[in-house]
T-cell receptor, first 111, second 111 residues
Framework: SQTIHQWPATLVQPVGSPLSLECTVE??????LYWYRQAAGRGLQLLFY??????ISSEVPQNLSASRPQDRQFILSSKKLLLSDSGFYLC??????????FGPGTRLTVL | DAKTTQPPSMDCAEGRAANLPCNHS???????VYWYRQIHSQGPQYIIH???NNETNEMASLIITEDRKSSTLILPHATLRDTAVYYC????????????FGQGTRLTINP
């Protein structure tokens, strides 16, 4: 069966520090991968998606970037965190049909 | 993708059927209706989808009106664990399969 992992589960970082969040999917190949963010009291917002290795599409301009170095690995990064980057970050994947499966999420607090 | 409108909150008694409405009056002929839910501090969970016909699975039933301008998600025997935010999403089954989440309906199941 397929499984999606995210780490870390929680993270507290100072403003201006770098960020690297990792997402991996097991039990499937060539999935579409997504990064969403949910800021406090707000809805889920799609940040990036990828349909293949090295293929990244950005949905909103921001302080973040994404990379897909391997088929089942999706990384969210920042060189310098802002207070506004705080939120609940969710990775998701889809096998290409209807359902989208979400990971457990990373709760990021920028101080 | 068509816009959806949902009530911000609803209450339902445990053991009763929970009926969650969604308006999508601008839906096009080849757009699907999807329902996801998000339990507090977790990633969203896919529930069900449909195009024209009513659908049922082990989690819920989806009733789509004949003109497809609205739909209702039915949880037949709600339990306390069904307390969550429920999202109705309309999108085409093509491209990168991006999900656009609105504010959803916060469903509270009361004992």
């Amino acid at each position: 069966s397929q499984t999606i992992h995210q780490w870390p589960a929680t993270l507290v970082q100072p403003v201006g520090s770098p960020l690297s969040l990792e997402c991996t999917v097991e039990g499937t190949s060539n999935p579409n991968l997504y990064w969403y963010r949910q800021a406090a009291g707000r809805g889920l917002q799609l940040l990036f998606y990828s349909v293949g290795i090295g293929q990244i599409s950005s949905e909103v301009p921001q302080n973040l970037s994404a990379s897909r170095p391997q088929d089942r690995q999706f990384i969210l990064s920042s060189k310098k965190l802002l207070l506004s980057d705080s939120g609940f970050y969710l990775c998701a994947w889809t096998p290409g049909f209807h359902e989208q499966f979400f990971g457990p999420g990373t709760r990021l607090t920028v101080l | 993708d068509a816009k959806t409108t949902q009530p911000p909150s609803m209450d339902c008694a445990e053991g009763r059927a929970a009926n969650l409405p969604c308006n999508h009056s601008t839906i096009s002929g080849n757009e699907y209706v999807y329902w996801y839910r998000q339990i507090h501090s977790q990633g969203p969970q896919y529930i069900i989808h449909g195009l024209k016909n009513n659908e049922t699975n082990e989690m819920a039933s989806l009733i789509i009106t004949e003109d497809r301008k609205s739909s209702t998600l039915i949880l037949p025997h709600a339990t306390l664990r069904d307390t969550a935010v429920y999202y109705c999403i309309v999108r085409l089954l093509q491209g990168a399969q991006k999900l656009v989440f609105g504010q959803g309906t916060r469903l509270t199941i009361n004992p």
